[in-house]
């Protein structure tokens, strides 16, 4: 871990600055629109750091030691900003990652991570809904600019995992009348908001312009009527969790500045998407949560405790305690 990396992941515990950065737009319903989310190239944590970045010789970007198919979807979708605004170099960065994400899909449509993740109980090979929806959205965008249908069709398969339990092989929780798309597919799930709302956007696109059949569309009313019930869930008064989960001694998973900042812009926009106030209203509440000095207190307090068992499981070699839902 270089100095960079330690200081960027310093100011996302410790954040000093704690005004609304990060920026975003609500849906026109226009196909083809530029992504809602507006991704920042600058260094983590406020931005994604890809500034300076390498590329493959394909085009696809080389920012990691595998190729994770969200940060592609993501430099996507920064990219297409700019390439419907003319510029050709981007329009081909654009599509250089689009077409990684067709040719990388499994015949199912699904995105398989080659690593574990321990905090999740995620062996190798797991699936994740975050970027089966925001493949989703890179390849419309794809369809929009070029009108080829295999590109439509691709996006369409994206979509697939998120139509199956994670316990028959998808990417989703569907239980009980419920739906949520989760973006560590593995049991048990945790359910993390922030994943669950990109893959939720990726499915309301192509039914709201038309490309999607009844299935998916119930399914996508189910989330939301899903969504409805446990938003209070993910608030601890006036800020946001991370996921529907507690570490091995009961501590809610509390979401970092960055990613409290990102729910809130996702459910405006979500709000935009389905008409439920009630989003709007939580994602309001947690804005006003980054103004309160007892809320911050408590987000530097989390985020000291959370320094402290990394260091301490780096010193004895601890293994991670995965978190379990709530």
Same mark, same amino acid.
């Given at each position: 871990?270089?100095?960079?990396?330690?200081? =960027?992941?310093?100011?996302? /515990?410790?954040?000093?600055?704690?005004?609304?950065?990060?920026?975003?737009? +609500?849906?026109?319903? $226009?196909?083809?629109?530029?992504?809602?989310?507006?991704?920042?190239?600058?260094?983590?944590?406020?931005?994604?750091?890809?500034?300076?970045?390498?590329? #493959?010789? %394909?085009?696809?970007?080389?920012?990691?030691?595998?190729?994770?198919?969200?940060? /592609?979807?993501?430099?996507?979708?920064?990219?297409?900003?700019?390439?419907?605004?003319?510029?050709?170099?981007?329009?081909?960065?654009?599509?250089?990652?689009?077409?990684?994400?067709?040719?990388?899909?499994?015949?199912?449509?699904?995105?398989?991570? *080659?690593?574990?993740?321990?905090?999740?109980?995620?062996? *190798?090979?797991?699936?994740?809904?975050?970027?089966? =929806?925001? !493949?989703?959205?890179?390849?419309?965008?794809?369809?929009?600019?070029?009108? %080829?249908?295999? +590109?439509?069709?691709? =996006?369409?398969?994206?979509?697939?995992?998120?139509?199956? %339990?994670?316990?028959?092989?998808? !990417?989703?929780?569907?239980?009980?009348?419920?739906?949520?798309?989760?973006?560590?597919? !593995?049991?048990? +799930?945790?359910?993390?908001?922030?994943?669950?709302?990109?893959?939720?956007?990726?499915?309301?696109?192509?039914?709201? #312009?038309?490309?999607?059949?009844?299935?998916?569309?119930?399914?996508?009313?189910?989330?939301?009527?899903t969504l409805d019930r446990w938003i209070e869930r993910y608030d601890v008064d006036g800020w946001s969790c991370y996921d529907l989960a507690a570490d091995n001694a009961g501590r809610l998973h509390l979401a970092p500045l960055w990613y409290h900042q990102f729910h809130i812009a996702q459910l405006r926009i979500y709000t935009v998407m389905t008409g439920n106030d009630r989003f709007a209203a939580v994602a309001e509440r947690w804005s006003l949560g980054m103004k309160? /000095?007892?809320?911050?207190?408590? $987000?530097?307090?989390?985020?000291? =405790?959370?320094?402290?068992?990394?260091?301490?499981?780096? /010193?004895?070699?601890?293994?991670?305690?995965?978190?379990? *839902?709530?």
């Open positions: 871990m270089n100095a960079r990396h330690v200081t =960027g992941e310093l100011r996302r /515990i410790f954040p000093l600055q704690w005004e609304m950065t990060r920026e975003y737009r +609500l849906p026109q319903g $226009v196909l083809g629109e530029p992504y809602f989310i507006s991704w920042d190239p600058a260094p983590y944590p406020k931005g994604e750091s890809w500034n300076g970045i390498s590329f #493959h010789g %394909d085009g696809v970007i080389n920012i990691n030691t595998y190729r994770n198919p969200v940060q /592609i979807a993501q430099y996507a979708l920064y990219q297409y900003r700019f390439a419907t605004n003319g510029d050709a170099a981007a329009r081909e960065r654009f599509l250089a990652q689009a077409r990684y994400l067709v040719a990388a899909q499994r015949p199912d449509g699904g995105y398989e991570y *080659p690593i574990a993740l321990p905090a999740y109980s995620a062996k *190798p090979g797991f699936l994740s809904g975050m970027p089966q =929806g925001e !493949a989703a959205s890179v390849l419309l965008r794809a369809y929009a600019l070029t009108k %080829d249908e295999g +590109l439509l069709a691709a =996006g369409l398969r994206a979509l697939g995992p998120l139509q199956r %339990d994670v316990r028959d092989g998808g !990417a989703s929780y569907l239980r009980d009348g419920a739906v949520c798309f989760e973006e560590v597919a !593995a049991e048990p +799930l945790c359910h993390i908001l922030n994943g669950h709302l990109y893959a939720a956007f990726g499915m309301w696109e192509y039914i709201h #312009h038309g490309f999607a059949d009844d299935t998916l569309k119930k399914l996508h009313d189910r989330a939301v009527e309160r /000095i007892g809320v911050r207190a408590r $987000v530097w307090q989390y985020g000291a =405790g959370s320094l402290t068992r990394s260091l301490r499981r780096r /010193i004895t070699g601890a293994s991670v305690s995965p978190f379990v *839902p709530t």
